[in-house]
């Protein structure tokens, strides 16, 4: 990870839930959930998230799966503990850890990985979440905004009330080469103690969707790119580790008909391939640059 330490997600984890309030957890849960059960292959229930943050998504997931959750912040990781009595939480790089298990599925959501230095840095990390996958596993990644559809120039506030506390976050999107600099002003009020601004600049790393899909390849991975993800703007990766025989993930209470050709059956003759997935037509959208619900 970068020296940076971003402040929403160490000092400011007390307010962080309260910062992304506007987010719908269950529903991002359900999508990845029906993600799961379309393209996983690897009939476990084991669920790595890395980049856990406060445990907002773990705290649904763990109702049908075995939850682990991952991140590099001590603070965040304590309020996840806070939430999540009896789960494994785990203080770790993402570039680099090793649980000593593996997971049918692994998840890092919110464009944490935005918060990587260096391409070398983000393949790495690809590596090292393939790595903690069972054959047949799938890998959902929640990437940073397209560098083709960064929006330079916009500026985005969002604000929470829950007496007694009142936040406040504005920010100011720019670029530099390949890199997106974020400027953040937060306003923290709590009744009866009075108002603290904190300010910070946040830096990530603009990667091309192609690119993304490379590396996961580079690390192993059958990846794909769903356009609609949880995020505006984002997307989704979905990369499966191969499944080494297993055909496919039984679903619970269904019949499974084997088909088992004639002896005497011949060989069919081979036919040339004549359909060629389609291409999307529609013009791409443009997103502004506020990912405060990323976590390193």
């Not at 890998?139 to 506390?165: C, K």
């Not at 709590?190 to 990530?204: K, M």
């Not at 390849?217 to 059958?222: E, Y």
């Given at each position: 990870?970068?020296?940076?330490?971003?402040?929403?997600?160490?000092?400011?984890?007390?307010?962080?839930?309260?910062?992304?309030?506007?987010?719908?957890?269950?529903?991002?849960?359900?999508?990845?959930?029906?993600?799961?059960?379309?393209?996983?292959?690897?009939?476990?229930?084991?669920?790595?998230?890395?980049?856990?943050?406060?445990?907002?998504?773990?705290?649904?997931?763990?109702?049908?799966?075995?939850?682990?959750?991952?991140?590099?912040?001590?603070?965040?990781?304590?309020?996840?503990?806070?939430?999540?009595?009896?789960?494994?939480?785990?203080?770790?790089?993402?570039?680099?850890?090793?649980?000593?298990?593996?997971?049918?599925?692994?998840?890092?959501?919110?464009?944490?990985?935005?918060?990587?230095?260096?391409e070398r840095e983000l393949l790495r990390t690809f590596r090292t979440l393939a790595s903690h996958l069972h054959p047949g596993g799938i890998l959902l990644?929640?990437?940073?905004?397209?560098?083709?559809?960064?929006?330079?120039?916009?500026?985005?506030?969002?604000?929470?009330?829950?007496?007694?506390?009142?936040?406040?976050?504005?920010?100011?999107?720019?670029?530099?080469?390949?890199?997106?600099?974020?400027?953040?002003?937060?306003?923290?009020?709590?009744?009866?103690?009075?108002?603290?601004?904190?300010?910070?600049?946040?830096v990530g790393l603009l990667v091309p969707r192609a690119r993304l899909l490379e590396m996961c390849a580079r690390a192993g991975l059958k990846a794909r790119?769903?356009?609609?993800?949880?995020?505006?703007?984002?997307?989704?990766?979905?990369?499966?580790?191969?499944?080494?025989?297993?055909?496919?993930?039984?679903?619970?209470?269904?019949?499974?008909?084997?088909?088992?050709?004639?002896?005497?059956?011949?060989?069919?003759?081979?036919?040339?391939?004549?359909?060629?997935?389609?291409?999307?037509?529609?013009?791409?959208?443009?997103?502004?640059?506020?990912?405060?619900?990323?976590?390193?």
């Amino acid at each position: 990870m970068p020296a940076h330490r971003p402040r929403m997600f160490h000092e400011l984890a007390p307010y962080y839930d309260a910062l992304i309030a506007g987010k719908d957890t269950a529903a991002e849960c359900r999508s990845l959930e029906a993600l799961v059960g379309r393209y996983g292959r690897s009939p476990g229930r084991a669920w790595l998230d890395v980049a856990c943050g406060t445990g907002r998504h773990l705290a649904i997931l763990r109702r049908k799966f075995r939850v682990v959750g991952l991140d590099r912040s001590a603070e965040m990781l304590r309020v996840a503990r806070r939430r999540l009595p009896g789960v494994r939480l785990v203080r770790g790089d993402m570039r680099s850890f090793d649980l000593g298990e593996r997971f049918d599925v692994v998840s890092c959501l919110f464009s944490a990985i935005g918060h990587l230095a260096t391409e070398r840095e983000l393949l790495r990390t690809f590596r090292t979440l393939a790595s903690h996958l069972h054959p047949g596993g799938i890998l959902l990644v929640e990437p940073w905004i397209d560098p083709e559809q960064f929006h330079p120039g916009f500026v985005h506030l969002a604000t929470s009330r829950a007496p007694p506390l009142t936040v406040a976050r504005l920010s100011y999107s720019r670029t530099r080469g390949r890199r997106s600099k974020v400027e953040y002003h937060y306003l923290i009020g709590i009744a009866g103690r009075g108002i603290r601004h904190v300010t910070e600049t946040d830096v990530g790393l603009l990667v091309p969707r192609a690119r993304l899909l490379e590396m996961c390849a580079r690390a192993g991975l059958k990846a794909r790119f769903l356009r609609r993800g949880l995020t505006p703007g984002r997307g989704l990766l979905v990369g499966q580790k191969p499944a080494r025989g297993l055909r496919g993930r039984a679903k619970p209470g269904a019949r499974r008909i084997v088909r088992t050709p004639p002896r005497t059956a011949r060989r069919p003759r081979s036919r040339p391939m004549s359909e060629a997935p389609g291409r999307s037509s529609a013009r791409p959208r443009r997103f502004s640059g506020d990912r405060s619900d990323r976590r390193p």
